[in-house]
């Protein structure tokens, strides 16, 4: 049984946080050939980091992040990672990630979290985009999610758009299976919309989402982009249906053009 409750603000351990930089940071680096950019940009105090999800369980792209914002900026400016509960509630994963700062995504744990001016790392994809197909891997697939978008405008928080380019190619997903999940149920009981088929080291072709696999050693690309401010905060500016559409497609699509321009520079070397 885990001594972590992942509603708890106070499970992150700096300790923790350095070992881990130290130990993989520098492995993370050489395997993914990887270069992390932008971090001047990042504003002090309460943030909203917003990143594209890739690689399953394994997210590398906040991996590769964390590795280089930790040295640079400090325990100030790592995020604390809204976390699906089901993923980091796994046991063994519990343990790793929620003294990172990983705490159960909820609008509550967001807020209180702003309130102490922390910074907080949330996915909008989720599992469809961590999850979507090998065609899709240079997209950025939010499926029409906007709490994120919500959240900032009711905290009156920047948004800071971090995008990953390469992270989704450390395996290959055939199909989302977002069919099989709903003839499954899982998205009734476990709130996941997809259930791939993969083709994954040393696995080989899985269906479903649960393995932890070992990475193809791709180049993974990391920018911060510069914080987006938007004009109206607070919870009638939230409640507007309009202005959080339009929020969500300015930020949608500041990401994904960076994505794009990632992905063709990773192309082209």
Known sequence: MSRYDIDSLDNRDERHVARTVATLGAFVSRYFRSEVRGLDTIPDG????????????????????????YPKLGINAMPYGLGHEVAIALPGIRDIVVPLGAVRASHDNAMRLFARGAKVLVYPGGDIEAMRP???????????????????????????????????QTFMILDDGRWLAKLLRADKLFRLKAWPVTLCMPWGVVVGPGLVYWPWPTRILVEALPP?????????????PDYVRQCGELVEATMQAALTRLAAERAAK
């Open 46 to 69: 309460a943030a909203l980091y917003v990143g594209n999800h890739n690689g399953g369980l394994l997210m590398p792209e906040g991996f590769v992040f964390g590795a280089a914002l």
């Open 134 to 168: 090998w065609r899709h891997r240079d997209r950025i697939v939010f499926g029409g999610r906007r709490g994120y978008i919500r959240l900032a405008i009711t905290a009156g928080v920047p948004i800071v758009p971090v995008v990953a380019a390469g992270a989704h």
């Open 228 to 240: 987006i401010r938007f004009d109206r905060s607070g919870e009638a500016a939230a409640a507007d």
